[in-house]
């Protein structure tokens, strides 16, 4: 990881080195963080900011189903952060907000004394699966059930099932883990969205047992008003036999092709709606075509 100069907290610019936390931190013995990945890209105007209000009305959802106080508005977050991106120097790269119970308590229930504290970070990070198709193979760990957890969220505890999943496809020597919910119905991947295409139309799995991706969003309104048809379905893996072709979304990953999935035993064309999906993906990110949605907030 690239280190950066600044790191902001509660209204302070620290020193990247001196954004440090106690061992005896609440939310890193519990789990109980509410966090988020945000994309900078470089646009011919400067960078830009892709999503960001959405980004973080999601954090402060997912702070506040951890009962946290934060006394910030969204407004507030987004010119931290074009700050952040200014100070930094950075033209491109990712933003990782992150919202901390702090130390002083434990014990699983945080008590109204303990602080609460919001981090923002930002630095120079690439597309998380590179750019050529990717490889995935099921997870035997399956999705924390949603009556477990707040599927809607983005809460550091709920990553444990992921992280294993991901550990578990990279020693089995595949990219990325495509993971099952409790009813073997496919959910997501480790940290994006799936879509499937078959004859020209495209699929995703209903949420309830996904993150509601702000990628995923994006792809589904991009589908919608390019007149391809879209459908949110419910499938398991004998659903996908005809599947042409299949895809994953997320802030991280961008919009990256799968060739294969380990299971299924067939592998997939890096076909023509993949490509329109991740191009156009990567055109409206990067301001060449019309920003239509005002999805993207310049840093100057
Ligand atoms: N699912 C999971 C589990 C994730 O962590 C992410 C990344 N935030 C996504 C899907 C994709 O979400 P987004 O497009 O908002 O980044």
């Known amino acids: 990881m690239k280190a ?4 902001w907290k509660d209204g302070e610019w620290l020193d990247w080195d ?19 990945g945000i994309r900078l890209y470089e646009t011919q105007r400067g960078p830009a900011l892709f999503r960001v209000q959405d980004h973080y009305r999601r954090l402060l959802f997912s702070a506040e189903q951890l009962y946290m106080e934060v006394p910030y508005s969204v407004g507030e977050l987004v010119a931290v952060t074009q700050e952040l991106v200014a100070k930094n120097q950075l033209t491109s790269g990712y933003v990782r907000p992150i919202i901390v119970y702090g130390s002083g308590q434990m014990g699983v229930t945080p008590s109204a004394e303990l ?32 009556t477990s957890i707040i599927p809607e969220a983005k809460h550091t505890g709920n990553y444990l099932s992921n992280q294993l999943a991901s550990q578990e496809a990279r020693r089995r020597g595949y990219d990325e883990a495509l993971v099952l919910d409790q009813d073997d ?27 509601p991706g702000i990628t995923r969003d994006t792809i589904v309104q991009l589908a919608s008003d390019n007149q391809y048809g879209i459908q949110v379905v419910n499938w398991k893996m004998n659903d996908l036999k005809d599947i042409d072709e299949v895809f994953l979304t997320g802030t991280g990953a961008e919009v990256i092709a799968v060739s294969e999935i380990d299971d299924l035993q067939i592998t997939f064309d890096f076909g023509p709606i993949t490509r329109t999906m991740r191009d156009m993906y990567l055109e409206l990110v990067s301001g060449e075509i019309p920003d239509n949605y005002n999805w993207l907030t310049y840093i100057h």
């Open 4 to 7: 950066t100069k600044y790191i």
């Open 185 to 211: 119905y496919i959910a997501e991947a480790t940290a994006e969205n799936i879509f499937f295409v078959k004859d020209g139309k495209l699929y995703t799995p209903q949420l309830g047992n996904a993150l």
């Open 18 to 36: 001196k954004a440090q936390l106690h061992v005896l931190t609440h939310s890193l013995h519990y789990g109980g963080a509410a966090f988020e």
């Open 115 to 146: 602080p609460v504290s919001i981090y923002i970070a930002a630095w120079d990070w690439p597309p998380l699966l590179g750019s050529k198709p990717i490889r995935l193979s099921v997870s035997s760990f399956k999705r924390l059930p949603s």
